[in-house]
């Protein structure tokens, strides 16, 4: 991953802009390896930051079911859904999954490889645990043909409550990919039946009135904001760090 995310606590819009980094590519080999490890080393760091705040929150309460979300069109905020499912799963002991809930532009296939067909069982229903794919010891991942089921490309609000019921007993932690908030209804329903909604921004992109737009329309859809996250942006090779590469 060599973009950083900085994680707010807070559902608060960003003020100011990013210092501009070092370019990598710029340098010598020896060195650019040595900065791109580093670069890398803060981004996973900054994951578990995230993993850490989201769903460890102490007294805040239990949350187990956290929808991510992008402000525009964008298949980062699925790298993001990904690696913090990844993060997670290796931070506990129970089952973690991870579902495709983006109809119009699906891509978390492309960071797990996976497209499962959905099997239906006798109720018209499709069992999420047979019909999803395994990544890792406890690690599930589920598209979003399983996840809707029978409902095919819309959103019922029943089927939705429905299937975020079963994936509570199925699994102690649910991370849903879903569509920009910013675009679509669809992330304010799923953020009224689950723990919250993350919101991600894009450095030097996402229009800040646009931002706070759509953290206004999902409060008002009684939607728990947990917080947002700035992906993209740029930061600074501390300069103790760059003369020792």
Sequence with gaps: MS?????????TILGGSARPA???????????????EYADTFAKEQLRGLVRQVFFPGSAGPVRQVVFSSIDQTDEIAHICARVAEVLASQVAGDVCVVEANLRSPALH????????ADMNSSGKSDLRDGSRRISRNLWF???EMFLGEAGNSFPAAWVRSRLSE????????????APAGLYSDTALLGQLSDGVILALEAHRTRRIVARRTREKL?????RLLGMVLNQRTFPIPEGIYRKL
């Design 3 to 11: 973009a950083s995310i900085g994680i707010l606590k807070q559902p």
């Design 22 to 36: 070092i370019d990598i590519d710029k340098e010598s080999p020896d060195r650019s390896a040595g900065l791109r």
């Design 110 to 117: 492309k960071f797990f490889r996976a497209t499962i067909a």
């Design 142 to 144: 589920i598209p979003s």
């Design 167 to 178: 994936l509570r007993h199925e699994f102690e932690y649910t991370v849903i990919h879903a």
């Design 219 to 223: 409060l008002a859809a009684n939607v």
